[in-house]
């Protein structure tokens, strides 16, 4: 899974489509090509310590390379900004979640 690593990239999505779910945001911006998708993830210093930071960070990974190599699409930055429920949210709450997420951004954007 490629990542988007650049902050004037993840400036760029946060100007983009947003959709939420009670654990986190999503931000989807269309580069407009046709290559892989990218992920980019934010988790604040709100959301808690190094170590629960790292715990949501984790557990968003996993989501993400459940969810999107079916509900992806290719030329887009998808930007999960987490918030402290996805720490204690179920995984398949995550999994849902970004599913619906996805389902939003790119009924949007039609």
């Not at 992920?39 to 390379?65: C, F, M, Q, Y």
């Amino acid at each position: 899974m490629n990542r988007i690593v650049k902050r004037a990239d993840f400036l760029a999505a946060a100007k983009a489509t947003r959709a939420s779910a009670a654990p986190f945001s999503l931000q989807a911006r269309d580069r407009k090509d046709e290559a892989a998708f990218r992920l980019g993830l934010t988790v604040t210093k709100k959301s808690g310590n190094a170590v629960e930071r790292n715990r949501i960070r984790r557990r968003l990974r996993a989501a993400a390379r459940a969810v999107l190599p079916q509900a992806g699409k290719a030329g887009f930055d998808y930007v999960v900004v987490a918030r402290r429920a996805a720490l204690t949210a179920a995984f398949p709450e995550l999994l849902g979640g970004l599913e619906n997420t996805l389902k939003q951004v790119h009924k949007a954007r039609r």
